[in-house]
């Protein structure tokens, strides 16, 4: 789109509609565009050719294309546009610092150009989609379709999806802050293991100390029925941390131990509580951080449940048993039978709803 100088003007910003002229020779029937947003939800792109109108969906420029669920990640993610340019690392400009293992992508996309057409209009949904080139070319071959699949590893149309922000939504209850006893430096901060990225961490040397501890304030009371633990066995099984509390602030003030693992060998450790506990502030007491050892890594650190000013009426809380509300059951929002609110349930099954159990 520019001169390759360096610091030269290369790449467009769509801040707002873009009409650009295409140096279309005889036989050209194919436009190429090297496309990446800047905002996490990803952005879509509209390009009108001629009376012809294409919708472009443009993932974010960072995160991963591709991501297993398995016992080192939090969540599962395909992204099936054509990765045209992969980098392992980014460049933070503001402290001009190498972002590791911090993926950049670019993506291609091939649009039919209805004869006689020599110039497009692009326009993006979040204004700030980079467009770093537009290229017209005489292929057939991309409208070639596969006999068969090549694979069936992935199915894309059910391989999870993004929230409005961009980071997968697994339910958890969001901090209002997080903070720490000891941490390795601000690129191994606290708030490292509630950031959903399961290639961050917050860390703890044993010798800055052996049993520490990460805290949540939450934004308001809540309800916490269940959490979870990623440990750092991508780096090492012999990381995995050996020993560790969830603990919840009483109204006195003092530190009680809601649920407690000992012995553990697992790399991604989810617990239900047997009761659920009512609290703003938790936390992840440290016992033991290694399988042999006591530094601290931990990737997420996560509570579930719901805020109690939202609680549904008719589920057991830590305080006693409340009267289900009359009304209508068919109105409010949808809870799990262990009380954890819901969005509107796609699965058939039984759930809370006004206090009332509901069939589905």
């Not at 379709?145 to 929230?163: H, K, M, N, R, S």
Request: proline share 4%.
């Amino acid at each position: 789109m520019g001169p390759r100088e360096h610091n030269a003007k290369n790449v467009l910003r769509l801040t707002s509609s873009q009409t650009i002229a295409l140096d279309r020779k005889q036989g050209h029937n194919k436009l190429y565009l090297l496309l990446a947003s800047p905002s996490e939800a990803g952005s879509e792109v509209k390009v009108a050719a001629g009376g012809e109108e294409t919708t472009l969906s443009v993932p974010y420029f960072s995160g991963r294309v591709c991501e297993p669920l398995s016992c080192t990640s939090v969540g599962e993610n395909y992204r099936p546009q054509d990765v045209a340019l992969a980098c392992s690392h980014a460049h933070k400009v503001s402290d001009k610092s190498n972002q590791v293992m911090q993926m950049l992508y670019i993506y291609k996309y091939g649009i039919e150009l209805p004869e006689g057409v020599t110039e497009v209009t692009l326009s993006a949904s979040d204004r700030k989609t980079f467009l770093f080139a537009a290229t017209v070319a005489a292929n057939r071959a991309d409208d070639v379709a596969l006999f068969t699949p090549l694979t069936t590893e992935v199915e894309t149309q059910t391989a999870g999806g993004l929230t409005s922000n961009g980071k997968w939504d697994d339910g958890r209850l969001v901090p209002r802050s997080a903070t720490a006893s000891h941490q390795n430096g601000t690129n191994e901060a606290a708030g490292k293991a509630n950031d959903q990225d399961p290639t961050t961490k917050w860390c703890v040397t044993k010798s800055q100390s052996q049993t520490p501890y990460l805290q949540y304030i939450m934004r308001d009371t809540v309800v916490i029925d269940r959490w979870a633990v990623l440990c750092a066995a991508r780096e090492s099984g012999d990381y995995v941390a050996s020993a560790f509390k969830l603990q919840y602030q009483a109204a006195d003030g003092t530190w009680v131990d809601a649920d407690v693992v000992e012995g553990n060998q697992v790399n991604k450790v989810i617990r239900t509580l047997k009761s659920p506990i009512t609290t703003t502030r938790v936390r992840l007491q440290m016992v033991q951080g290694e399988r042999e050892g006591y530094t601290t890594r931990i990737y997420e650190f996560a509570v579930y449940g719901y805020l109690k000013a939202d609680g549904p009426d008719g589920i057991s809380l830590p305080d006693g048993t409340e009267t289900a509300a009359d009304g209508d059951p068919a109105d409010g929002p949808w809870y799990s039978l262990s009380g954890q609110r819901l969005g509107t349930p796609q699965q058939k099954g039984i759930y809370v709803r006004r206090g009332r159990k509901v069939l589905r």
